[in-house]
């Protein structure tokens, strides 16, 4: 079992930034893939960002070279540095983990969820 909780949203301007944080905590013995996802009202759950187990960051074509993944060294803390934001990036971000193998762009892949944090952004 894991728990993730997310903290850092909030609301900002167009062209600011933001840092989201994610604590795990339970059995992380197992390696885990690490993710970053967003959802907004009447659409499905779409992937930002995700962590390999062997520390390998990815993300989505919508956010490169804005947002950055990162983990501590212990593997309990993951954040999201969301630069330059955009109306568009305005969601529920949620942190997610999977066990074993790769990581996934599909949420049904992820077998832990946090329960979010807001991010709105106005032009």
């Known amino acids: 079992q894991v728990q993730l909780v997310e903290s850092g949203g909030g609301q900002v301007q167009s062209g600011e930034f933001l840092k989201l944080s994610c604590a795990v905590s339970g059995n992380l013995e197992r390696g885990y893939c690490m993710a970053w996802f967003r959802q907004v009202p009447g659409r499905e759950r779409e992937e930002v960002a995700f962590i390999e187990t062997d520390g390998r960051p990815s993300v989505a074509n919508s956010v490169l070279g804005r947002f950055t993944i990162s983990q501590n060294n212990a593997k309990n803390a993951l954040y999201l540095q969301m630069d330059s934001l955009m109306p568009e990036d305005s969601a529920m971000y949620y942190c997610?983990?999977?066990?074993?193998?790769?990581?996934?762009?599909?949420?049904?892949?992820?077998?832990?969820w946090g329960q979010g944090t807001q991010v709105t952004v106005s032009s």
């Open positions: 997610a983990a999977k066990e074993g193998g790769y990581c996934a762009r599909d949420a049904d892949a992820y077998n832990y």
